[in-house]
């Protein structure tokens, strides 16, 4: 089967991954134009460098060449290719760390427990909805600096699940984690940047300082 | 109020995500109607999640594409050689 150019864009991804396993060069470039932008910000994100994000989208897209007749479509290709560009990502840390382990669950650092979670700081209403915050340039901006700021255990965990999308399970998954795991670092990582964007997005007139005498 | 912030905090990601228990997500809500931090911190959880789940995809090097598409080709043709293309 070989799809025509013109009509290209209206093909479903299963059809392009049909032609493709079937040797369809196209079909595959076709794949690769849907989601290109997205895997590059994955890696971009995962690792906070353009030279790495390159690095990995190529793997990953080179992979899933190799890789494409053992791809059972259990899962959507998305799905299939954000697990094996989280894969290449996180080899890409393992490897500036020297580590050599496959999961990231480090045993020797000190169990993170939900006793030590930090307690919200700058409370205060925002002055924007996230509706009008989209519209301006700014923004998109202080949401990188602000991820950029946090931990990499925790980043890596709050970019799958809550910028990409994963479930819980797929996040656990991709990353060598166990569910509750990935629930405590993501709650860590959701704190941590609503403190840095309310700090700068909230309204001081509204902010709320607690006292000791709080529950 | 029963719950206390601390509390509270514990389960804000059952909450934001709308999987807590039915039981939990009423004293949940019975301590923010009383507890204006907490009100506002759950206000700004949702935001923040909001701000990055509508994130703009980073932009893509146009020169990089090209590479991208270059390479996949180049591997293309090495696992199928018979391939017209
Ligand atoms: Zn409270």
């Given at each position: 089967?070989?799809?025509?150019?013109?009509?290209?864009?209206?093909?479903?991804?299963?059809?392009?991954?049909?032609?493709?396993?079937?040797?369809?060069?196209?079909?595959?470039?076709?794949l690769?134009?849907?989601h290109?932008?997205?895997?590059?910000?994955?890696?971009?994100?995962?690792?906070?460098?353009?030279?790495?994000?390159?690095?990995?989208?190529?793997?990953?897209?080179?992979?899933?060449?190799?890789?494409?007749?053992?791809?059972?479509?259990?899962?959507?290709?998305?799905?299939?290719?954000?697990?094996?560009?989280?894969?290449?990502?996180?080899?890409?840390?393992?490897?500036?760390?020297?580590?050599?382990?496959?999961?990231?669950?480090?045993?020797?650092?000190?169990?993170?427990?939900?006793?030590?979670?930090?307690?919200p700081?700058?409370?205060?209403?925002?002055?924007?909805?996230?509706?009008?915050?989209?519209?301006?340039?700014?923004?998109?901006?202080?949401?990188?600096?602000?991820?950029?700021?946090?931990?990499?255990?925790?980043r890596l965990v709050?970019?799958?699940?809550?910028?990409?999308?994963?479930?819980?399970?797929?996040?656990?998954?991709?990353?060598?984690?166990?569910e509750?795991?990935?629930?405590?670092?993501?709650?860590?990582?959701?704190?941590?940047?609503?403190?840095?964007?309310?700090?700068?997005?909230?309204?001081p007139?509204?902010?709320?300082?607690?006292?000791?005498?709080?529950? | 109020?029963?719950?206390?912030?601390?509390?509270?905090?514990?389960?804000?990601?059952?909450?934001?995500?709308?999987?807590?228990?039915?039981?939990?997500?009423?004293?949940?809500?019975?301590?923010?109607?009383?507890?204006?931090?907490?009100?506002?911190?759950?206000?700004n959880i949702r935001?923040?999640?909001?701000?990055?789940?509508?994130?703009?995809?980073?932009?893509?090097?146009?020169?990089?594409?090209?590479?991208?598409?270059?390479?996949?080709?180049e591997?293309?043709?090495?696992?199928?050689?018979t391939?017209?293309?």
């Open positions: 089967m070989s799809l025509h150019v013109a009509m290209i864009a209206e093909v479903t991804e299963a059809e392009l991954v049909r032609a493709a396993k079937a040797g369809d060069l196209t079909a595959f470039e076709e690769a134009t849907r290109e932008r997205q895997i590059y910000s994955l890696a971009y994100r995962i690792l906070q460098n353009p030279h790495d994000a390159e690095d990995v989208t190529q793997q990953a897209f080179l992979s899933a060449v190799e890789n494409l007749a053992r791809f059972r479509e259990e899962s959507s290709f998305a799905t299939w290719l954000y697990r094996i560009a989280t894969f290449a990502a996180l080899k890409v840390i393992r490897k500036r760390k020297g580590l050599d382990t496959v999961s990231l669950e480090e045993a020797t650092e000190p169990r993170e427990d939900y006793d030590s979670i930090p307690h700081e700058y409370i205060a209403d925002w002055k924007q909805s996230p509706e009008q915050l989209v519209e301006r340039n700014e923004t998109q901006r202080l949401l990188d600096d602000a991820l950029a700021k946090l931990d990499e255990k925790h709050f970019v799958l699940r809550d910028v990409e999308g994963l479930s819980v399970t797929e996040t656990a998954e991709a990353l060598g984690l166990t509750s795991n990935v629930k405590m670092r993501l709650l860590r990582a959701r704190l941590q940047l609503r403190e840095e964007l309310t700090r700068t997005l909230g309204d007139a509204t902010r709320i300082v607690r006292g000791h005498h709080h529950h | 109020m029963t719950m206390k912030c601390e509390e509270l905090l514990k389960m804000l990601n059952e909450y934001v995500d709308g999987t807590v228990d039915p039981a939990i997500c009423e004293e949940f809500e019975k301590h923010m109607a009383g507890c204006n931090p907490c009100q506002v911190v759950v206000d935001k923040t999640i909001t701000l990055y789940r509508n994130g703009q995809p980073c932009a893509m090097p146009i020169s990089f594409r090209e590479k991208l598409h270059q390479s996949v080709r591997k293309w043709r090495q696992l199928h050689p391939a017209e293309k």
